[in-house]
């Protein structure tokens, strides 16, 4: 597609990056199942290999369907270029990489989801990284946590497990007096909710296992690079700046500019970490991103009605929804994220524990898993589940206390969502 920009969200979550197929005319993405591309020449193939030339090598690096997805996301979320992994996991290691060395530490909020403290907390550590955790709503204990050998800010737009809605703006301020990238998680809002490069991040990572592919078919993750950082400014990012001895010396950000990381993503990232997108995977998201705002929009309204039921009725304790008027953050919904709070939170159920559980199994549409952004609505019990090594104290801190429970909301008939609950509150009460 010409003239992108033109184009509103609707119309670029089914064509960006896409064209009809060049050897066959097919309409749809075609799954490139190949693991290897036949060169022209033995010349084409030296330029591939020295990166003076743009084209497909080997699936570890670059496929043609992965790359539609990676050129839709980057276009959904105004970004330059972005490169797609495994997981989202594997996305939050793919954008540090460039950024870290041995003895170098990032700044993280306090609120994330659970497995990203565990990576941070401990698994970096292994590579010589380092995490403070802060709480961003304290600006000023963000700019105290920073130091000469702090490389990034990393926090979630709309952090799960929900209702905290992060100030982009005011984090990304900070990120650029220091001479840092921000990085934002938006898994949970998504592009159509929440553009994190509009609002001065970065760098935006996601897990393409939740809404993005929408219906919890496979993983996957994204970075999406906004192209805006000067990776030369200062010392701090030698792997961007500096010859890199693998090429010949070659300077990532002296030879493809604002693309310097995407193109290190791919040229190092990807051929030696390897933690590659498989084109079935890309499929399946591609599909989703289709109906991405569609979905939204529906998850955000079913989310809304069910908050504000959940809230009036005497069985819940809270509800910490950032759409609903009595959040602290509900006024922060319009500047983050103006098309609403998405489609996930917790409650509080009169009864604590023993009624948390019983709520979990007396309920019949949403099922109890560890996942979130499904078509299907989701409930999890963490302090039973995911949160079961953590002492009371912690529980508390991460909003998972031992009588709340997180739902990802469905857009399923909203009416049907609540008679559901409504049954399943009986049963906890009783
Ligand atoms: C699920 C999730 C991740 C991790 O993604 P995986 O695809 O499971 O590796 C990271 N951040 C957020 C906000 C998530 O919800």
Not at 249 to 277: S, V
Request: with cysteine; aromatic share 8%.
């Amino acid at each position: 597609m010409t003239n992108e920009t033109n184009y509103g969200f609707d119309t670029l979550q089914i064509h960006a990056g896409a064209r009809p197929d060049p050897a066959t005319g097919a309409r749809q993405t075609p799954i490139y199942q190949t693991t290897a591309y036949v060169f022209r020449d033995a010349d084409h193939a030296a330029a591939l290999f020295n990166l003076q030339e743009v084209g497909f090598i080997y699936s570890r690096l670059t496929n043609p369907t992965v790359a539609v997805l990676q050129e839709r996301i980057a276009t959904l979320e105004g970004g330059v270029g972005a490169v797609c992994c495994s997981s989202g996991h594997a996305a939050q290691i793919m954008a540090l990489f460039p950024l870290m060395g041995p003895g170098k530490n990032i700044i993280a909020s306090t609120r994330l989801y659970g497995g990203t403290v565990t990576q941070f907390s401990h698994t970096i550590k292994r590579f010589g990284w380092s995490c403070t955790f802060v709480d961003f709503d304290d600006l000023d204990a963000v700019k105290a946590a920073i130091n000469d050998d702090t490389r990034a800010i990393f926090g979630e737009a709309i952090a799960n497990p929900g209702g905290y809605i992060m100030d982009v703006r005011a984090i990304a301020d900070i990120a650029d007096e220091a001479g840092i990238p921000l990085i934002v998680d938006n898994t949970t809002a998504t592009p159509f909710l929440c553009r994190p490069i509009d609002l001065g991040a970065t760098l935006v990572v996601h897990s393409t296992t939740k809404y993005l592919t929408g219906n919890g078919t496979v993983t996957g993750g994204c970075v999406v690079d906004s192209g805006k950082f000067d990776w030369s400014a200062n010392d701090k990012f030698p792997s961007l700046s500096q010859p890199e001895p693998a090429y010949h010396g070659l300077k990532f950000h002296e030879t493809f500019g604002n693309l310097a990381y995407t193109f290190h993503g791919i040229a190092i990232g990807l051929r030696d970490l390897g933690m590659t997108m498989n084109p079935q995977a890309a499929h399946y998201t591609l599909m989703g991103t289709e109906t991405l705002s569609l979905r939204m929009e529906r998850h955000v309204e079913n989310a809304e009605k069910i908050a504000a039921w959940l809230e009036k009725d005497e069985r819940v304790d809270f509800v910490t929804y950032a759409g609903l008027k009595s959040s602290p953050y509900f006024e922060r919904v319009a500047k983050v994220c103006p098309r609403g709070a998405g489609g996930l939170f917790t409650f509080a159920v009169k009864g604590g524990y023993d009624a948390c559980v019983k709520l979990v199994n007396a309920l019949e549409i949403f099922s109890h898993v560890a996942n979130l952004g499904d078509t299907r609505s989701l409930i999890i019990h963490s302090a039973s589940t995911t949160h079961r090594q953590l002492s009371a104290e912690q529980q508390e801190a991460a909003g998972a206390g031992p009588g709340v429970v997180r739902v990802s909301i469905g857009t399923e008939d909203a009416d049907d969502l609540i008679a559901d609950l409504d049954q399943a509150l009986s049963k906890a009460a009783s």
